[in-house]
């Protein structure tokens, strides 16, 4: 089952890719053929190419018609899926304050959209950045003039009903890109990190069955219970023959 974020990811790929902001191979340029190797899964990769043999050909595009972006965005690394994705967004001057144009709103639109849906993003977590300096100088006036009436008939004012009332299409809309994409940004560099557990190091209490056996046989016959010392036991030096004497005449 994919998790929320491989979902996110998957759906901002494919927004990427319908909207052009991002192709098949700026994909493959971070997914690379090493990449893929390692984390697809084997059937699919057999898939891949199966279908060049059969055509003769092989591109990125074909490539991701079997290795589609649900399977990157679950089996390929997220930080290796956020950094394509954060290139997109970049080439396309998203990240700029100067940021604007139809495609690069709309990829807002849905990566936001998808988001606050999967739960990657939060209504508090998007009016961190799109925040009451943001509303009042960006969003007209019957936009903001509509967020103070609903607050007033509410008797509140909070992130979940700012991000209702306002609605993601406006935000992505009038808010800077740069503004939006920091609150993306957040979500989507904000990555797990997995330790991996060093394997246990062998005892060194084992003991081999053969070493076993002789222990024990030293053990019954007491010999263990005697003292050891790490040093030779002295001898006492050999004694020199006593002369031979002659006898008196």
């Given at each position: 089952?994919?998790?929320?974020?491989?979902?996110?990811?998957?759906?901002?790929?494919?927004?990427?890719?319908?909207?052009?902001?991002?192709?098949?191979?700026?994909?493959?340029?971070?997914?690379?053929?090493?990449?893929?190797?390692?984390?697809?899964?084997?059937?699919?990769?057999?898939?891949?190419?199966?279908?060049?043999?059969?055509?003769?050909?092989?591109?990125?595009?074909?490539?991701?018609?079997?290795?589609?972006?649900?399977?990157?965005?679950?089996?390929?690394?997220?930080?290796?899926?956020?950094?394509?994705?954060?290139?997109?967004?970049?080439?396309?001057?998203i990240t700029?304050?100067?940021?604007?144009?139809?495609?690069?709103?709309?990829?807002?639109?849905?990566?936001?959209?998808?988001?606050?849906?999967?739960?990657?993003?939060?209504?508090?977590?998007?009016?961190?950045?799109?925040?009451?300096?943001?509303?009042?100088?960006?969003?007209?006036?019957?936009?903001?003039?509509?967020?103070?009436?609903?607050?007033?008939?509410?008797?509140?004012?909070?992130?979940?009903?700012?991000?209702?009332?306002?609605?993601?299409?406006?935000?992505?809309?009038?808010?800077?890109?740069?503004?939006?994409?920091?609150?993306?940004?957040?979500?989507?560099e904000d990555?797990?990190?997995?330790?991996?557990?060093?394997?246990?190091?062998?005892?060194?209490?084992?003991?081999?069955?053969?070493?076993?056996?002789?222990?024990?046989?030293?053990?019954?016959?007491?010999?263990?219970?005697?003292?050891?010392?790490?040093?030779?036991?002295?001898?006492?030096?050999?004694?020199?023959?006593?002369?031979?004497?002659?006898?008196?005449?």
């Open positions: 089952m994919p998790t929320t974020r491989a979902q996110w990811f998957a759906q901002s790929i494919r927004a990427g890719l319908d909207t052009r902001l991002l192709a098949e191979s700026d994909v493959l340029a971070h997914a690379t053929p090493a990449v893929m190797i390692a984390a697809v899964p084997r059937d699919v990769m057999i898939k891949v190419l199966d279908g060049a043999l059969a055509t003769g050909t092989m591109s990125a595009a074909s490539i991701m018609q079997s290795v589609t972006p649900e399977l990157i965005a679950e089996h390929v690394a997220p930080s290796v899926v956020w950094t394509c994705i954060a290139a997109a967004a970049e080439r396309a001057g700029k304050p100067t940021g604007d144009g139809d495609a690069p709103r709309e990829l807002l639109r849905r990566m936001l959209a998808s988001g606050l849906e999967t739960g990657m993003l939060t209504p508090k977590s998007v009016v961190e950045h799109v925040d009451a300096k943001v509303i009042g100088h960006h969003f007209p006036d019957p936009l903001t003039t509509k967020l103070l009436e609903t607050s007033l008939a509410a008797g509140k004012m909070n992130p979940e009903l700012i991000v209702e009332t306002l609605g993601v299409e406006a935000i992505a809309k009038h808010a800077p890109t740069a503004i939006v994409w920091a609150a993306l940004a957040k979500a989507g990555t797990p990190v997995i330790i991996v557990a060093e394997p246990p190091k062998p005892s060194l209490e084992v003991v081999d069955d053969d070493v076993a056996s002789v222990l024990v046989d030293l053990e019954e016959s007491g010999m263990l219970d005697m003292p050891f010392s790490s040093k030779p036991e002295a001898r006492p030096a050999p004694k020199s023959p006593e002369p031979i004497r002659a006898k008196p005449r």
